[in-house]
């Protein structure tokens, strides 16, 4: 319930927002050749005619899963058209309102008059593969560079992983981007062979087929990596040092228990919950936060389209991808929580 309250939250916000800002969409679509009569036209047939508040309730019906319509009077704002809504009839509230079960309906882009579902459900599996890629070498390499940080606290190798990880929180990834794209790609291209833009599916020179590119994935997730990284080898490191300085430890010496078996077997797991939720928030950030870097690389993802709608005043793209997004990141949450149960059974007795 409190996942649902937030996703409410965010609705509002976001279609408040967007729909006070300037611009005509009715014009946005037909462009400069555009008539009064034909912008009525437009204007009516998505709804812009009618209150914000009746446009609100209107897109809330669309999004809920479960939603009323009408099913007869086709000049109905909530009739149930099978063009738009792919729904299947639960029951009906009065001779002419209908309960349906039904994807929810995110309307189409003004530009493209393509589903904003279908520029979602193809775009965002690339964002997604480079999130992942990029939290995993963060997760990684910042719990190993951590853990070998606390074991050699104090040494030259500890000081300079908080050197990097000061530098890295505080490097903003649209500069980074531009600063690794130039090095790698324009400075070192010869030796590296990376290109600054590119896709993870290119089409050959002679148009004859598509080819996998994982070396377009590397610049952008190394990019979006860096910050994650540099905060995973900090909370490692500290929390690493807190439960070597633990009770239970100081036994499993006592106890004549190699080093490295009290590393792995007690202090690793016990140090990992701090760990996963910056993992697990950092991944859900990079989901949104792909924006900028994936338009400096060219990566076709959810980020490259979400600035191109900017540009077009694209609403209904804008809305859907930053809903996605939220979505997102309420089941990651919700993951979380379950894992931290798995983790520490104290969390699992304390909410029985």
Known sequence: MYALLILWGVITVIFFLFNILPGDPAKMMLGQRSDISTIESIKKELGLDKSKGMQYLKYLNDLSPISVHNEINTNSYFYLNTNKYQAKKLFHISSNKVIVLKKPYLRRSYQSKKLVSEIISETLPNTFILALVSIMFAAILGIFLGIIAAIKKDSLFDRSSLLFSAFGMSLPSFFAAILIGWIFAFVLGD???????????EIDDLGEGIHLQLKNLILPA??????????????????????????????????????????????????????????????????????????????????YVIVDSLNKYDFPVIIGSVLTISVIFIIINTLVDILYGVLDPRIRLSSI
């Not at 030796?191 to 599916?201: P, S």
């Not at 490191?237 to 006592?254: F, P």
């Not at 760990?275 to 989901?287: C, E, K, P, Q």
């Open 191 to 201: 030796i590296t062979g990376l290109n600054l833009t590119g896709n993870l599916y």
């Open 222 to 303: 190394f990019t979006l990596g860096i910050r994650p990284l540099a905060i995973i080898i900090q909370l490692s490191r500290n929390s690493m040092l807190d439960v070597l300085s633990q009770d239970y430890i100081r036994t499993a010496k006592a106890k004549g228990l190699s080093f490295s078996h009290i590393i792995w077997k007690h202090a690793l797991k016990n140090s990992l919950n701090p760990v996963i939720t910056a993992v697990s928030g950092w991944f859900a950030s990079l989901m949104a936060g792909v924006v900028f870097v994936e338009y400096i690389f060219g990566w076709k993802g959810l980020g």
